[in-house]
């Protein structure tokens, strides 16, 4: 058996069905074709024998085939699993990966997973690549990358505008139709020191910034305050440092909480910045540790209040 999902929102009274170049399928004759099942979130299915077969998808009234809309696009090829998109098109995501690290990727359409899956990406010559079919209709679309070195580190969270050509900041996000496919291309993922990584909507993260270069990048992304993290005996718990412009730079010195109380101060801590500066950028040299006291936080704070 072979199961056929598609998410679409239909009109009340409407249905899904399925039609295609088989004798199970009704062989594109509307009347014989096959109902699909409604389930959550707007996800119709319905399973038929496992053959190859081309097969569309069309919307009519629940109890009665009449005023048939039939997808856009090309017919359909069975596989072993379809998760398919209504009036689909195909697009191709690519960026740069001269150290072929293993680089994933998710995002928020339904064959992305959503972003509660990551789909692992090819290397070739240097670049890395991931194909999806996403909702003909959907002018914007969300990814983010996910690179996996001896930790994992994953890329802002990116908004490419599917009608035109964009720039996001430093990565360059280009839009472009090329041969049958709409191509997403982004360049500077391999330079992991200059990323600026996010871990939900008030915090971003990263290495401390340096030069001056570093800090007009991380204004251009709106970050203008900075919480670095160290841990130095002889240095006061929090100090103030304005190293650009307008940008507020404090420095937090770890050394100074109770080990009993770690995980509890630096909760109510980074609560009090968010509460004062909305966004913050946290930095520290080693983002391996940096990526510790973040998931501390993130645990906490999702954690029941007693």
């Known amino acids: 058996m072979i199961r056929l999902q598609v998410h679409y929102k239909t009109e009340f009274g409407q249905a899904l069905y399925v039609s295609g170049k088989s004798k199970y399928m009704g062989q594109w004759n509307p009347e014989q074709a096959i109902r699909m099942t409604w389930t959550q979130n707007d996800i119709w299915t319905v399973e038929v024998a496992y053959h190859m077969m081309e097969y569309k998808y069309f919307i009519s009234q629940y109890d009665k085939v009449q005023k048939i809309q039939w997808e856009s696009g090309p017919n359909r090829v069975t596989n072993k699993n379809s998760n398919d998109v209504w009036n689909h098109r195909k697009i191709c995501f690519q960026c740069v ?41 959907d002018s914007q ?25 964009c720039k996001q900041q430093q990565y360059l996000i280009l839009v472009q139709y090329h041969k049958d496919a709409l191509l997403i291309f982004s360049d500077g993922l391999a330079k992991l020191k200059q990323m600026v990584f996010q871990l939900n909507k008030n915090i971003c993260y990263g290495y401390v910034p340096l030069e001056l270069e570093d800090y007009q990048a991380l204004k251009k992304a709106n970050l203008k305050t900075i919480i670095e ?25 770890l050394y100074h909480f109770k080990q009993e109380n770690f995980t509890k101060r630096l909760l109510q801590l980074i609560q009090v910045l968010i509460q004062k500066y909305q966004l913050l950028y946290i930095c520290n040299n080693s983002l391996t540790h940096l990526r510790k006291y973040l998931s501390a936080y993130e645990k906490l704070s999702f954690s029941p209040q007693k």
């Open 97 to 137: 990966n001269p150290q072929n690290f293993d680089i994933y990727i998710s995002g928020s359409s339904i064959s992305m997973g959503q972003f509660q899956r990551r789909v692992r990406m090819k290397n070739k010559d240097g670049i890395s690549q991931s194909k999806f079919l996403t909702n003909i209709n």
């Open 229 to 253: 993290f160290c841990n130095m005996r002889e240095q006061s718990l929090l100090e103030q440092q304005t190293k650009y412009e307008d940008i507020v730079h404090l420095v937090v010195n």
């Open 141 to 165: 679309i969300q990814y983010q990358y996910h690179i996996i070195t001896k930790s994992e580190f994953s890329s802002p969270v990116y908004k490419a505008d599917l009608n035109c050509q």
